[in-house]
């Protein structure tokens, strides 16, 4: 056999191995979900499995339904990551134990963020957001001359996999406090581009009002999106007595109806003030509540708060019968925490520096502790929990 001819037998060998894989992918494509069942009904029985994970391994046919836009969502981390000054957002994928970059905000206004500062060595200036009836919304950062970056919230909808506008802020600031409750965003306080003492004692609320959700239609969400964002606006509530909570970035924790939060992270001497909603007050902070506050703090459900204590590296919950804090877990992967979110049964924490992300699972009688790597040569700003990407 001449060379002409072996080369000719392998140009055909490719074409039918890539016929062959080409057919193989179309059969998977519409594969039944379950031999001898409608797919609708074979769905509605896959939709029962309690872990998406055994789906994921079984077949493509499978794979593909956990991620469609029928399927039950599953949760998700996702991350506001920085590498060499340039901040990006990604989502990790607890099933295939990938993370998948976020599409970039819209280009108009372009989104400038200052995170390192030759006058901050030894810290990241902080980029503010909260996650919100499926939502992840940038809410306050820093721009260039130390002005504002955020006029108007930046909001991502896993499901639509889009990002809109909210309503515009009328005294864009930095360093706030910011949370969530239900399905509105509190902020308070905070500078703009200098110290306004009204601004500093102000607090706002936006009420999503977004508890049916988005159409994944493209038309339909344009409509709702639009319609939605008429009716969004800044409402003002009862401020705060002093200006003390504009000192650095502050979360507003939202529990049982109330939102809590102190004046200064860490260790160090601090204030704690309770926001009531109903009743549109402030209060003190119970005593054991404030003094044992050593760290970032979350909510599970809004009816369990968490605690990490930073320099001792020791997880604690709440106990508001006795304004005590319980220990749960003592490790040193937890010392020098940084952020922390609650969801699905799981506290998950942000170390020292940003280098990766511990995940505790709380709801077990003996709590496990795992460790999700972060893309290689980013840093995590902040984590939040949220419904998975629709591939």
Known sequence: MNNSTTACAAVNCRKILRHRHHRRRNNDDHQSLIPGLPDDI?????NKVHHPSTL?????????????????????????????????????????????????????????????????????LPIQSVSVS????????????????????????????KWTYGPRLAAPRRWCAAGTLGNSVYVASGVGSHYNVEVARSVIKWDLDNSSGPESNQAHYCDYRNERNRRW??????????????????????????????????????????????????????????????????TMAEEILYMVDESKGVLRRYDEEGDVWVEILENEMLKGAEHVVADGGRVCVVGGGGSGIVVVDVVVETP??????????FQVLNIHVLPRMIH
């Open 233 to 298: 606006k800044w409402e003002e509530m009862s401020g705060l007595k002093d200006g003390k909570f504009s000192r650095e970035a502050i979360e507003a924790i939202g529990w049982k109806g109330k939102l809590c939060m102190v004046n200064v992270k860490g260790d160090a001497a601090k204030q704690g003030i309770i926001y009531n909603v109903k009743t549109d007050t402030w209060q003190d902070m119970p005593e054991g509540m404030l003094s044992g506050w050593r760290g970032p703090v979350a």
């Open 134 to 161: 499926g939502n992840l919304i940038l809410l306050a950062a820093t721009a260039d001359q130390f002005q504002p970056a955020i006029s108007r919230p930046l909001i991502f909808n896993p499901t639509a996999k």
């Open 56 to 124: 994921f391994s079984v077949c493509y046919s499978w794979r593909k339904l956990i991620y469609s836009p029928s399927f039950p969502p599953f949760l998700s981390l996702y991350a506001l990551l920085l590498a060499k000054n340039q901040v990006e957002f990604a989502c990790f994928d607890p099933i295939s134990s990938k993370w998948h970059l976020l599409p970039p905000p819209p280009p108009d206004p372009p989104l400038r963020i200052l995170v390192k500062h030759p006058s901050f060595i030894s810290r990241n």
């Open 368 to 377: 496990r502790l795992v460790v999700v790597e972060t893309p290689v040569g």
């Open 42 to 46: 074979a769905q509605i029985c896959l």
